[in-house]
């Protein structure tokens, strides 16, 4: 009788992609820390990758959605809507939560014709920031906004998205700002497979993130270039891999600007003398906040809420604690 009176929550979050960012990383951190006693936790996603294995690892349930992916197609995304649809009718979760600007858009759509009770959408930084052309960054608009009004909840992570939000007809009564979290007493590596690559002393600029337009990273090699006394490391990996390698070279860089691939931040943070996000587009990236925890030097763009976080005087606002509380009563 007790559980029939006090049922664990049923919460399945929605994610396109399944490789490893910043929404991956949150969708992680909830489905793992939300407590197990009050929720029954699955994630869907499209495309395999880390976040699977990470959440298979954690043995929580994954469901993936083959046709769902970042690319716009309209066959596609119409086989997605049918395959998220048949999911919620067939698990009946409490509450889905939508990550990323497809998986939401379509799952929202799915949600509503499934009835589910309450749909929660987490905008990680507005899409329609990124650099387009006028006509494509107002249908983006319209798809967020459209996204957003189908959503019982939006989250957004930085008070800056929440004034955006709060101009979007319809939509900004229902937003909230829930700031992404880490955990601060997590241990930091020695950062030594960072300084074993460069000469002894050498000045070290590093980065984290994927290799995409938005992260910057060409102004790093820019910068490299006119400075012989800077030595650049750049942890990630995304599209942008192979234009990266042919610009080091093209521009005679290759003892001083390396590129180390995916690792996770607390390996390689320690390795840095100073940490740079050069980003174009940001939401409240969770890098910026290890840096801050590494106490290192920061060089930053004031993009999305990074001047939030480099101007915080309490970091406990950005506890993973914090984060997973807030979130967890918006479900109940």
């Keep these: 009788m007790q559980a029939m009176r006090n049922p664990r929550k049923k919460i399945l979050f929605v994610i396109t992609k399944s490789n490893w960012g910043g929404a991956q990383r949150y969708v992680y951190d909830l489905a793992t820390a939300l407590p197990k006693d009050q929720f029954d936790v699955g994630v869907a996603f499209g495309q395999p990758g880390l976040l699977a294995k990470k959440l298979n690892e954690a043995r929580i349930t994954t469901y993936p959605i083959t046709s769902l992916q970042r690319d716009v ?125 460069f000469p002894k002393g050498a000045r070290i600029a590093g980065t984290i993130g994927e290799l995409t337009k938005n992260k910057n990273h060409i102004q790093l090699l820019k910068q490299a270039r006119k400075d012989p006394d800077l030595y650049v490391a750049i942890v990630g990996e995304g599209e942008l891999r192979t234009w990266l390698e042919e610009k080091i070279n093209e521009w005679g860089l290759l003892g001083r600007v390396k590129l180390f691939g995916f690792m996770p931040a607390r390996e390689v943070l320690r390795g840095f003398d100073t940490f740079v996000l050069p980003s174009l587009k940001e939401g409240l990236p969770y890098v910026l906040l290890e840096a801050e925890a590494a106490g290192l030097p920061i060089v930053a763009n004031r993009v999305g809420g990074v001047g939030e976080i480099l101007d915080a005087k309490d970091m406990s606002e950005f506890s993973l604690a914090r984060m997973v509380g807030k979130t967890a009563a918006l479900y109940r």
């Design 73 to 197: 197609s309209l066959f596609a995304d119409v086989r997605g809507f049918f395959e998220l649809l048949r999911l919620f009718r067939i698990e009946k979760p409490d509450v889905v939560h939508l990550n990323s600007s497809k998986a939401a858009g379509v799952g929202a759509l799915a949600a509503r014709f499934a009835g589910v009770p309450r749909i929660i959408f987490t905008a990680h930084g507005w899409p329609f920031w990124e650099e387009r052309d006028p006509f494509s960054r107002g249908l983006i608009y319209l798809f967020s906004w459209l996204t957003a009004l189908l959503s019982h909840k939006v989250i957004v992570i930085s008070n800056y998205d929440l004034s955006v939000a709060k101009k979007m007809l319809f939509v900004g009564h229902k937003t909230v700002r829930i700031y992404n979290g880490i955990d601060f007493s997590s241990p930091l590596d020695s950062g030594d497979v960072i300084r074993r690559s």
